[in-house]
């Protein structure tokens, strides 16, 4: 009964618009990288990397198993090529995938690894690379504003999001230092998602258990966030490389 009334109230039967009002983080961290697939990759004849893609749950979601990731053994139960390793030191030959991408990943790498983490991307990449993590001043507010409303309620406090502040979230200014280094492909930077409507995403629905926020406030926020996602303050930054400037332009336009 109770599987019934989830499928009813979750309106699971309309998958895509389930997932937007009820688990909008991983639509919002899915929504970019469907809009560059579908601009770089529309026929699914490339070769990708996904550098970090742990379980490969984002593939699946996205419909796209096929995409080569670097993992830890439990994706093999849903993918037959799965690479086990470093990311700041892939053991692929250069030039060995058309795009290399990365989902919220490099927040998790030490800032004194995060350069051969991108230059690594690049390297095993002939045509670009594609990343996105939360960015700058406000993502990290946005942080201590979460885990200080789990720990009012007395919650387990979120082990990403404490990892997040220990390692230190990456900036734009230390985005474009790493990318000077390297002559290959041409990058643009795209800042997306507001503060105050993720914070009050965070703070209000991520941090209760109570179905009234779920059911009935989630979606309301899920709508405010989605039409604030390209007003500042921004907490997330897309970073995307390419030989051809013509698609590079034409992917940070559509995100």
């Known amino acids: 009964m109770?599987?019934?009334?989830?499928?009813?109230?979750?309106l699971r039967f309309l998958p895509n618009l389930s997932?937007?009002?009820?688990?909008?983080?991983?639509?919002?961290r899915l929504r970019p990288i469907k809009i560059f697939l579908k601009i770089i990759d529309a026929d699914k004849k490339k070769k990708i990397v996904d550098i970090g893609g742990?379980?490969?749950?984002?593939?699946?979601r996205l419909g796209r198993p096929d995409i080569y990731e670097e993992a830890v053994n439990i994706a093999r139960k849903n993918f037959d090529n799965v690479i086990v390793g470093s990311g700041t030191q892939?053991?692929?030959?250069?030039?060995s995938f058309d795009w290399s991408i990365s989902i919220h990943t490099l927040e998790h790498i030490p800032k004194s690894e995060r350069e051969n983490f991108i230059l690594e991307m690049i390297r095993v990449s002939k045509e670009g690379i594609f990343m996105n993590f939360p960015?700058?001043?406000?993502?990290?507010?946005?942080?201590?504003?979460?885990?200080?409303?789990?720990?009012?309620?007395g919650l387990e406090l979120n082990k990403w999001t404490r990892e997040h502040l220990e390692k230190g979230l990456p900036t734009?200014?230390?985005?474009?230092?790493?990318?000077e280094k390297q002559e290959k492909f041409h990058f643009k930077l795209k800042f997306i998602r507001n503060y105050n409507a993720e914070n009050l995403y965070w703070t209000l629905i991520r941090t209760?258990?109570?179905?009234?926020?779920?059911?009935?406030?989630?979606?309301?926020?899920?709508?405010?966030?989605?039409l604030k996602i390209n007003s500042k303050p921004y907490v997330e930054l897309i970073l995307v490389g390419s030989k051809n400037e013509d698609i590079l332009n034409m992917v940070i336009k559509e995100l």
């Not at 997932?19 to 919002?28: A, G, K």
């Not at 734009?172 to 990318?179: D, F, P």
Request: aromatic share 16%.
């Open 208 to 226: 209760r258990k109570s179905r009234m926020f779920k059911y009935i406030l989630s979606p309301f926020l899920s709508v405010y966030k989605y």
């Open 172 to 179: 734009s200014e230390e985005i474009n230092t790493i990318i």
């Open 90 to 95: 892939i053991n692929c030959e250069d030039n």
């Open 19 to 28: 997932s937007f009002l009820f688990d909008n983080e991983i639509w919002l």
């Open 2 to 10: 109770k599987k019934l009334l989830r499928y009813f109230f979750e």
């Open 54 to 60: 742990a379980t490969g749950r984002l593939e699946l």
């Open 135 to 153: 960015e700058g001043e406000y993502a990290e507010k946005l942080c201590h504003n979460f885990l200080g409303r789990l720990q009012e309620r």
